[in-house]
Structure formats: structure tokens, C-alpha cells
T-cell receptor, first 115, second 112 residues
């Protein structure tokens, strides 16, 4: 069984369109994340939710809007897509740790290409 | 902004050798340190994490942490061609939602 699953795996779309990526985890984790990995392979956090509550919101254009209907799901909607949005978007989850360490489990990634 | 620095490589080692990957971080308050491996076109997967100064061993992998010098390293003994990947160092940022800050990664190539 896939622990963290994302759909779709590939997205090719035109500039100006709106698209969504969905993520689901069956690990029972409390926290979910969206990370963006650009062409230089730099992995950067975008958002984090803990039990449906937004706890991390990095400096991301407001065209990006995350939604967490429950603690097992975290979706990412992107409006008015731009060329610079082309990247691989990774969903991840982690348990709540009293030690403060977040061991992340990543989904397979969604490769977004904006033409 | 917390920073995590890694040499991008590629680091090339012959099969059977020890590969040494290094990482420095800017936040003295960081407490948890992680090494992830990412094969081309795949997602990052956790290799190991370390909290305390010193060494932590897991099979062929040893993580070393020196908080005074703000560096963490990963040693891979008896390197295999299957170890060829990008190795990502990550450090937790307690100040802001306990997020993980990743370095840009070091490309490792093990030649048979």
C-alpha cells in the first residue's frame, strides 16, 4: 500500500490555466506538507498543515492555495499558472514528535510543466 | 533565513571506497539533522537522522554531528554503484513551525 500518494504524477498545461494536485496519506500522521523542487533540485517548503490547521506558509504567491479537508488529505490548487511554476511538487507527511524532529515520508511527486 | 550548505558535487568514488558527504548549517539552535537520498526522478527517502553530537551508525552508513562547528556528515562505507544518487542534508527550524530546511544536495557517483 502506498503511504503517501499524489495525483496526478504528470501535469502539462498552458500559462494562465488553473490546476490542482491531490495528496493522501494512510500513515496516520498529523502533519502534511507541500514542497517544491525546482530544476536545480533545490527542495523548498511551501506549506504545512497540522490536523487541518495551517502552520507554515512560506513566501509563496497567493496564486497557490492549499486545502486540507481532513488530516489525511492535503490538496494544492494553483491559479493563473506561470512558466516559473514548472517544477516537481512533493507532498510529505510526518508524525507529531515530542522531540521536535520531523521524519518526513514523501509522495512520488507531481511534475508540473507550464508551456 | 536558516541555511543549509552542501557541496553540489559530483563526488566520484570507486566501488568499495568510503564516500564522505558534508553539510554545514547556519542556525546554532537546530536540534535534529537528517540525511535523505534521492535517486533521479524519484522522491527523497530517509537514510538516517541524528540528534546528539558524535557518531550514529546504521549498517554501511554513519552520520557524524558536531554542533560546535555546525556541521553534519554522512559516511558511506563499501560504496556500491546503487548508492549513486543525490544526498540531501536537512535541518529542523524550531523557530518556524518546526519545518525542515534542505540543502541543495550532493550528487554521489560510485564507479564500478
Amino acid at each position: 500500500d502506498t503511504a503517501v500518494s499524489q495525483t496526478p504524477k504528470y501535469l502539462v498545461t498552458q500559462m494562465g490555466n488553473d490546476k490542482s494536485i491531490k495528496c493522501e496519506q494512510n500513515l496516520g500522521h498529523d502533519t502534511m506538507y507541500w514542497y517544491k523542487q525546482d530544476s536545480k533540485k533545490f527542495l523548498k517548503i511551501m506549506f504545512s498543515y497540522n490536523n487541518k490547521e495551517l502552520i507554515i506558509n512560506e513566501t509563496v504567491p497567493n496564486r497557490f492555495s492549499p486545502k486540507s479537508p481532513d488530516k489525511a488529505h492535503l490538496n494544492l490548487h494553483i491559479n493563473s499558472l506561470e512558466l516559473g511554476d514548472s517544477a516537481v511538487y512533493f507532498c510529505a507527511s510526518s508524525p507529531t514528535s515530542s522531540s521536535g524532529a520531523n521524519v518526513l515520508t514523501f509522495g512520488a511527486g507531481s511534475r508540473l510543466t507550464v508551456l | 533565513q536558516k541555511e543549509v550548505e552542501q557541496n553540489s558535487g559530483p563526488l566520484s568514488v570507486p566501488e568499495g571506497a568510503i564516500a564522505s558527504l558534508n553539510c554545514t548549517y547556519s542556525d546554532r539552535g537546530s536540534q535534529s539533522f537528517f540525511w535523505y537520498r534521492q535517486y533521479s526522478g524519484k522522491s527523497p527517502e530517509l537514510i538516517m537522522f541524528i540528534y546528539s553530537n558524535g557518531d550514529k551508525e546504521d549498517g554501511r552508513f554513519t552520520a557524524q554531528l558536531n554542533k560546535a562547528s555546525q556541521y553534519v556528515s554522512l559516511l558511506i562505507r563499501d560504496s556500491q554503484p546503487s548508492d549513486s544518487a543525490t544526498y540531501l542534508c536537512a535541518v529542523n527550524d524550531l523557530e518556524y513551525g518546526n519545518k525542515l530546511v534542505f540543502g541543495a544536495g550532493t550528487i554521489l557517483r560510485v564507479k564500478s
